[in-house]
């Protein structure tokens, strides 16, 4: 399976940007998919992730109420809509996906997006 994202870019603090994460495969062979993101000089850390049984999802704290996770099976596409952008949110965001589940830490992914840049300028 590869992932392609797109949408990052540059915007203003307080802005929005929607990133898209489309699979080669159709997503019901993914039980499980997401975002991570990595700042310079940070570790990659968990963001936001969906199950695509039950459509739970899951966010860490820091974007809780600002960021929406989505899928469209049909399209093998999951997004990542975030509002109200923050300068820390600027990172390299990455696609993630699972055939079964996986953790905050990032065990259980099975599949990498390239990463897509979003940059909140204040």
């Known amino acids: 399976v590869q992932l392609q994202a797109s949408g990052g870019g540059l915007v203003q603090a307080g802005g929005s940007l929607r990133l898209s994460c489309s699979a080669s495969e159709r997503t019901f062979s993914l039980q499980a998919m997401g975002w991570f993101r990595q700042a310079p000089g940070k570790e990659r850390e968990f963001v936001t992730a969906?199950?695509?049984?039950?459509?739970?999802?899951y966010f860490t704290d820091p974007v809780t109420g600002r960021f929406t996770i989505s899928g469209d099976n049909a399209a093998n596409t999951v997004y990542l809509q975030m509002n109200s952008l923050k300068p820390e949110d600027t990172a390299v965001y990455y696609c993630a996906a699972s055939r079964n589940s996986f953790y905050r830490n990032g065990v259980g992914v099975d599949y990498w997006g390239q990463g897509t840049q979003v940059t909140v300028s204040s």
């Open positions: 969906i199950r695509w049984s039950g459509g739970s999802t």
